[in-house]
């Protein structure tokens, strides 16, 4: 099968810290994949060079809807790989704390919108209709995520556990085929993780999302994913299913050699 995202010798350099160090990750169409390691392995460095935060020293970054060809997404910027399809959130929560939640889901819609800022001050007849639509749009993204009831909250106001699924509705309003979520359960008590993983697997089967999470929790990475990739000091050390994972030594070794940094 061909892969949806492919990455291939990845490398990150700051000064004289290699983030990451030649890394291979391919994820395939419809799966739940993880990225895991200890902290500072590289996990978000990964993150934001496949979606253009930052410019990656080296590597090949390419995505690829099914039945198109290949689109390269390396040197690209964050705009222009989320009009690509990639969405993402954030490992610290990023949302326009002083506006609703409607309006946050907004901002991510608004990257499928025809009008620009002029269009919008101008208000013609053909954005005004556009904008309704976004506004519909938000609106059943947010009941699909069932965050409905706090529409015209503002974002700050949500519980913790809202504000992180607010993060994820408006990554979806950007109508993306492949999702990256940085430790989506952080700070989530029990129930909110039951209620992400649950999520996350209807994103995957009623939304046809490929999804690449970066996380923690590693009840939740075992149950969700049908692959995880293993990273330690900017190398990938490990890829496999959940058991092989379980059991791999280097695995072990990379989260036991310190248990107080280590998740
Ligand atoms: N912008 C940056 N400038 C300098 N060093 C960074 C920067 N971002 C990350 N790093 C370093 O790169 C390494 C990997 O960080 P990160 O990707 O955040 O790890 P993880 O998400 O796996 O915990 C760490 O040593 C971190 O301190
Ligand atoms: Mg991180």
């Given at each position: 099968?061909?892969?949806?995202?492919?990455?291939?010798?990845?490398?990150?350099?700051?000064?004289?810290?290699?983030?990451?160090?030649?890394?291979?990750?391919?994820?395939?169409k419809g799966q739940i994949a993880a990225?895991?390691?200890?902290?500072?392995?590289?996990?978000?460095?990964?993150?934001?060079?496949?979606?253009?935060?930052?410019?990656?020293?080296?590597?090949?970054?390419?995505?690829?809807?099914?039945?198109?060809?290949?689109?390269?997404?390396?040197?690209?910027k964050p705009n222009q790989v989320t009009e690509r399809g990639m969405a993402r959130t954030f490992q610290n929560i990023r949302l326009f704390q002083g506006m609703t939640v409607l309006e946050n889901v907004m901002i991510g819609r608004h990257c499928r919108l025809h009008a620009g800022i002029l269009g919008a001050l101008l208000r013609p007849a053909g954005q005004v209709k556009e904008e309704k639509q976004a506004v519909f749009d938000s609106y059943e993204i947010l009941e699909k995520i069932g965050l409905e009831q706090y529409v015209n909250e503002m974002a700050v106001n949500l519980p913790y556990g809202a504000q992180r699924r607010l993060e994820i509705a408006r990554a979806l309003a950007t109508n993306p085929f492949i999702l990256l979520l940085d430790e989506p359960a952080a700070g989530m008590n029990p129930q909110e993780?039951?209620?992400?993983?649950?999520?996350?697997?209807?994103?995957?089967?009623?939304?046809?999302?490929?999804?690449?999470?970066?996380?923690?929790?590693?009840?939740?990475?075992?149950?969700?994913?049908?692959?995880?990739?293993?990273?330690?000091?900017?190398?990938?050390?490990?890829?496999?299913?959940?058991?092989?994972?379980?059991?791999n030594p280097d695995v072990i070794k990379a989260y036991l050699g310190d248990d107080s940094e280590h998740a």
């Open positions: 099968m061909e892969p949806i995202l492919n990455v291939q010798n990845l490398t990150m350099r700051f000064g004289g810290l290699k983030a990451l160090d030649n890394v291979n990750i391919t994820i395939e990225l895991i390691g200890p902290n500072g392995a590289g996990k978000t460095t990964f993150f934001n060079c496949i979606t253009g935060i930052y410019d990656p020293c080296r590597g090949h970054v390419e995505i690829k809807v099914p039945g198109e060809s290949a689109m390269r997404i390396k040197g690209l993780t039951r209620e992400l993983d649950e999520l996350i697997l209807w994103l995957r089967d009623s939304e046809d999302l490929t999804i690449l999470l970066i996380e923690h929790d590693m009840k939740l990475v075992m149950s969700l994913s049908d692959r995880i990739h293993v990273v330690d000091y900017g190398k990938k050390i490990a890829e496999g299913t959940p058991a092989q994972i379980k059991a």
